[in-house]
């Protein structure tokens, strides 16, 4: 091979172990997707999230950890007892399992 041929084929393969990261991420995400569950913190809450059928990879975990924690807090900052929360556009819901902690009603 030459100097061209390895760096392509250098490039592939750090292509390929990207791609590998990005889905089993690192040791810790590794141990709760083995443990079929992951504890999610908002406020004073947690619950447990199923890795294996709804948070299928790191990235999703990830982002959601590093996106979605901070407004959740915020809003549940906000959420009084008497409330009605409407969670419009719900994917799995977390929004609405911490909402429901805190308000009368949850949609």
Known sequence: MNGFDDRLSMRHALGVISKIKSKIGTPQFIYWYLRGTK???A???T??????NHLGDFRE???FEQNEIQEMNNILNEIRSDDVFLDIGANIGIHSIFAGELADKVY
């Open 61 to 63: 975990i990830r982002f």
């Open 39 to 41: 504890p999610i913190t």
């Open 43 to 45: 406020g004073d809450h």
């Open 47 to 52: 619950i447990f999230i199923s890795v294996n």
